[in-house]
């Protein structure tokens, strides 16, 4: 993957120049907040837990001034709004071949709660815009995707009770801090806008016209309306989890204006399976949480949504087991509390696999080794015992292996005490599968991927799966050291490294519908099974299509980057 950032001067459709991929690197984004990245660390380590301001006086005794110089400051001058234009002159950036229209894919999008306006109780997110396409009428509409959990859609609720239409903004790029602060999950009560001025080192600066928010430093502005109850079908889109998200209902904004500064540039960047330029963004906005959660959640350690799984499907979580047992037996206990927490907070509350260990058990553990604390998981958990689902609840708008949009389950794996079997490296070489399942291949220690076939109805699934176990259950002793079998479609791609057995497992499994196991059991509503558990990640017939590369592009761009090329020898 090239990581350069990259400026278009000559952009087909339009009259202005675009950039992207300016996060491309950690290292580039730590490098662009250099100067105020320590400090706003410790702000928002200090909003999620403000007793540290005593345990630590002097450490945090230039919060109070940071603080004030971050207050957004409203001004009546605004040289984002130099110009103005229209919808259609603007970059028509379509990143997948089946998008469904042109989008902004970092727009800046600004609301604030009807029923208690202004600046430090708005809301400033990242929530795609769909500019063209579908049935939106050209230059007065454009379409507004988010998410269940996100704080425009509360603001749009309010509105939509007062019957009211919600002014929304729309920016698109100006400082950097800014794009980080509509991504960032704050702790409660902290402003985006304030966010954005810490890390700036320079405050937010906005102002107002004819009623709709400004921000000065932007370089393009939108301003319009969201009307109750009024949508539109939006998408398709090429997502971050790989895969399109097909058309829905949602809001629909009547434009009013689109303003830009002079010499304007445009900022985009694409999306797809990870890694993405919004990798470099997970991991930076890791670093400026990693102390802020644990602190919101009493016991938590570490957490960490697995990027190379699409960042929702899968979160690792290492917490402290502490609760006095009544018995011999180390379990889980206080691990369920903090799951259940976790489950509960922000974004996290998207999660679909939540996978948790105690640090008593190994406190070198890191949760970035990805392959070392599976194996940490898998020689301590008790299929019989230490899985916990939620069923018919929320998961990601933009995971389709649920039910229905927005529906489907969850799952805790915990584990607690001293390993209760070894993991094993190699398939056992007189394992038998029957008819239709085949090339069984090691994924990771202890896991191993059989190619299935092709998934087309739940009743024959079912009825495939049944067989499968029922054939196998009998070499449970070959399988002892094998507590993971994964189904999918080609276990070859699927057991080739870590970030496909991530990202196929993850994204194509609904955790109360694609989990089975060796000598399963209901006891009391509690599932469970006796030998090894299975998921079942073949693509189903509801799935979304996953991204498929166009190798015309894919030729055509290396070309770009070979001697000759314009981009030879950069990067």
């Known amino acids: 993957m090239h990581r350069v950032a990259l400026w278009f001067t000559n952009v087909k459709g339009s009259r202005f120049t675009a950039v992207s991929n300016l996060f491309g690197t950690i290292e580039r984004s730590r490098y662009i907040f250099r100067d105020t990245l320590p400090k706003v660390k410790k702000m928002v380590a200090l909003k999620a837990d403000p007793t540290a301001v005593l345990r630590q006086p002097l450490s945090y005794a230039a919060m109070p001034f ?6 957004p400051m409203r001004g009546s001058r605004h040289a984002s709004m130099a110009h103005e234009t229209t919808i259609s002159q603007l970059p028509p950036i379509q990143c997948w071949q089946d998008d469904g229209g042109a989008f902004i894919t970092l727009p800046l999008v600004y609301s604030e709660d009807i029923t208690s306006p202004g600046i430090m109780k708005a809301n400033l997110g990242m929530y795609r815009i769909q500019l063209s396409g ?24 309010k509105a939509n009770a007062l019957g009211q239409p919600l002014r929304v903004s729309i920016f698109v790029r100006g400082p950097p801090p800014h794009i980080l602060a509509a991504l960032m999950p704050l702790p409660e009560g902290l402003s985006e806008m304030m966010f954005a001025g810490a890390l700036a080192g320079r405050r937010f600066r906005y102002g107002y016209h004819d009623g709709y928010a400004i921000s000065s430093d932007a370089d393009f502005v939108i301003t319009g309306d969201i009307y109750p109850n009024e949508t539109k079908p939006e998408g398709p889109f090429g997502d971050h989890l790989g895969y399109y998200s097909l058309a829905h209902p949602f809001p629909v904004m009547r434009v009013r204006q689109v303003f830009h500064r002079r010499d304007a540039v445009w900022s985009f960047t694409v999306v797809g399976r990870p890694p993405q330029e919004d990798t470099a963004f997970g991991a930076l906005i890791h670093e400026i949480t990693d102390r802020a959660i644990p602190a919101e959640i009493p016991g938590l350690h570490a957490v960490h949504a697995v990027d190379a799984a699409g960042v929702h499907p899968l979160l690792l979580a290492i917490g402290s087991e502490r609760y ?22 922000g974004q996290m509350s998207l999660a679909k696999y939540l996978f948790i260990i105690a640090r008593q058990d190994d406190e070198s553990l890191d949760i970035h080794h990805i392959a070392a604390y599976l194996s940490h998981l898998l020689r301590r958990i008790d299929w019989r015992r230490d899985l916990h689902f939620q069923t018919e609840t929320t998961i990601d708008t933009l995971d389709y292996s649920g039910t229905d949009l927005n529906v489907g389950s969850k799952v805790i794996w915990a584990a607690a005490g001293d390993p209760i079997r070894q993991l094993s490296r190699e398939v056992p070489t007189d394992l038998s599968l029957p008819d239709g399942f085949s090339q069984a291949h090691i994924a990771s220690e202890g896991i191993v991927c059989l190619q299935a076939p092709p998934y087309t109805d739940r009743h024959a699934a079912e009825a495939q799966i049944t067989q499968l176990l029922q054939y196998i259950e009998p070499q449970q002793h070959r399988l002892n ?66 991204l498929i590369d166009h190798p015309e592009i894919e030729r055509h761009i290396d070309r770009l980057w070979q001697k000759g090329g314009s981009l030879h020898g950069i990067g």
């Open 66 to 71: 940071a603080a004030l110089s971050a207050l």
């Open 134 to 157: 579908n049935d939106y009428v050209p230059d007065r509409e454009i379409g507004l995707h988010y998410q269940l959990h996100r704080g425009i859609g509360v603001h749009q609720s």
């Open 324 to 345: 006095t047992p009544y018995s011999s037996e180390r379990r889980p206990q206080e691990l369920l509390t903090i799951a259940n927490h976790i489950l509960g907070t």
């Open 481 to 546: 050291e094998l507590p993971l079998i994964v189904i999918c479609d080609d276990s070859a791609f699927t057991a080739q490294n870590l970030r496909n057995f991530l990202w196929v497992t993850f994204t194509r499994s609904n955790p109360s519908h694609d989990i089975s196991g060796i000598g399963s059991f209901t006891h009391y509503k509690h599932w469970g099974c006796t030998g090894s558990l299975l998921i079942d990640a073949r693509i189903k017939p509801h799935h979304a299509p996953p």
